[in-house]
């Protein structure tokens, strides 16, 4: 498994490298910046020439930025956003085509925001939008290569992303208003990635955005 992180993220990636070995499985740790084309040709071509291959793509960067109103989104956070969330997944997308092979995959990660909107969240929705549209496009255009695509689109999840930049008071608040009363885990997440991944599981599906809302039953 091959880890591509921000070089501010060294702790986190190392974290989870030691995970990995312990479960007995290899990685290898790509510090860089998604946002960049050449970037991500350049770890593509590292993960390929230290395992030999690739199978699985996992879309997973974000950039996110709370604010009230559209006159304070300056044109430097706009641009991060889309950057990161939707450039990023179009770069690496292209890059690792390149290896992918019949029975391979691509794994987008949406949000509930890109299907109903947030609204201090403007930029942050429009590219979740933004990547269910590439999801579903990118699926019927590699369908006949038999590699399939997928989204994972959750609500409110406890990571350092979606608490970062809200006062305390917020971020004990956070996923109170789905039916279940509380955000969902990482590791509640983490499964539907590896049932898009296998080809056993999920085979006949492509295209897909699937959503994890913790009971919330309207989407879009």
């Not at 429009?126 to 590699?147: D, N, R, W, Y």
């Not at 689109?153 to 279940?180: F, I, Q, R």
Request: charged fraction near 25%; charge should be negative.
């Amino acid at each position: 498994m091959a880890i591509v992180y921000l070089p501010e993220e060294e702790k986190d990636a190392r974290e989870t490298a030691e995970y990995i070995k312990r479960e007995g499985g290899q990685s290898l740790l790509v510090s860089g910046d998604v946002s960049k084309s050449d970037f991500c040709e350049k770890a593509v071509e590292k993960i390929v020439k230290k395992f030999g291959r690739l199978d699985i793509l996992v879309n997973n960067a974000a950039h996110q930025h709370h604010q009230k109103s559209i006159e304070d989104i300056t044109e430097e956070q706009f641009d991060k956003t889309f950057k990161t969330n939707i450039y990023g997944y179009f770069f690496m997308a292209k890059a690792a085509l390149k290896h992918l092979e019949k029975g391979g995959a691509i794994i987008n990660t949406g949000s509930i925001t890109g299907l109903e909107g947030s609204k201090e969240l403007l930029d942050y929705s429009a590219t979740k939008g933004a990547i269910h549209a590439f999801t579903k496009s990118l699926a019927q255009q590699l369908v006949e290569k038999g590699i399939r695509v997928n989204c994972v689109s959750p609500g409110p999840v406890w990571t350092p992303l979606n608490v970062a930049d809200k006062p305390a008071a917020e971020v004990a608040k956070h996923g109170a208003d789905t039916p279940m009363k509380r955000p969902g885990q990482p590791e509640e997440v983490a499964p539907a990635y590896v049932f898009f991944a296998s080809n056993t599981d999920s085979s006949y599906i492509s295209g897909e955005i699937l959503t994890l809302l913790g009971g919330e039953t309207r989407a879009g």
